[in-house]
């Protein structure tokens, strides 16, 4: 899955350009990027996870989104902007972030946004074949506790719109519609050679409506207007 965001992060950051990471975790997606030449400025709430990043050789800083209009007042535009692997799902209001990093993006400049999606058959199989309905449907809901933090679940659409004002949306994709999300990974281990080929098949339709409507997550790229 992981793969799949970064061919696409491949068409939109090459050497030389200055990319905003938000929810940045343990740091891999940015240094994945500055090995391809992109300076990262990467982002986290966590002190543990900015810790992490920084062990990596990643210039990182604990910040919240909510906080990342202070963080890049006075700074030059960034090229773009990313949130990999549902960090703006701990986000309330999707709008005020749109607003806040409006101004950090320079014009033309792209925000690849990949967010955990409401509606996941794998999630109900999986966890209703271990007699845990609660947790089969909890995306269902408007939001969830997960170890203190609040979790809502956008739908691609509600996403979209709260971005429309400054950016448009260019390319909504899915990932983990047939592809096993990472809760899978034990058993997905054990065959390879089916993973690889339900990729295949997820990459070849994962921008038809109703597969991003049942993936796992879903990856925005918008465009600043």
């Given amino acids: 899955m992981r793969e799949a965001v970064w061919r696409r992060l491949a068409v939109h950051f090459g050497p030389g350009q200055r990319v905003l990471e938000l929810n940045c975790g ?25 810790d992490a990043a920084r062990a990596r050789g990643v210039s990182a800083v604990r910040c919240a989104v909510e906080d990342i209009a202070a963080l890049t007042a ?26 806040a990093l409006a101004p950090a993006v320079r014009r033309d400049g792209v925000a690849v946004l990949c967010v955990m999606g409401p509606v996941v058959p794998w999630e109900w199989a999986w966890y209703l074949a271990r007699l845990q309905p609660r947790t089969a449907f ?15 679940y956008p739908s691609a659409r509600r996403l979209g719109a709260a971005f429309t004002p400054w950016f448009r949306v260019e390319r909504t994709w899915a990932l983990g519609a047939f592809v ?3 809760y899978v990974e034990p058993l997905a281990r054990r065959v390879p050679s089916a993973v690889a080929a339900l990729d295949r098949v997820e990459r070849a339709v994962e921008t038809w ?9 879903y990856v925005l790229e918008l465009r600043r207007r």
Avoid: K, Y
């Fill in 26 to 50: 343990t740091g891999v997606d940015a240094a994945w990027l500055a090995r391809r030449g992109v300076e990262v400025v990467a982002t986290d709430a966590a002190q543990g996870m900015v």
């Fill in 180 to 182: 096993p999300p990472s």
């Fill in 74 to 99: 006075g700074e030059a535009p960034f090229d773009g902007v990313l949130s990999n692997f549902g960090g703006l799902n701990c986000v309330d209001d999707l709008g005020a972030v749109a607003t």
């Fill in 209 to 217: 409506r109703p597969v991003v409507s049942l993936a796992d997550h």
């Fill in 138 to 152: 909890r995306r269902l809901h408007a939001s969830t506790e997960w170890r203190g933090l609040t979790i809502r």
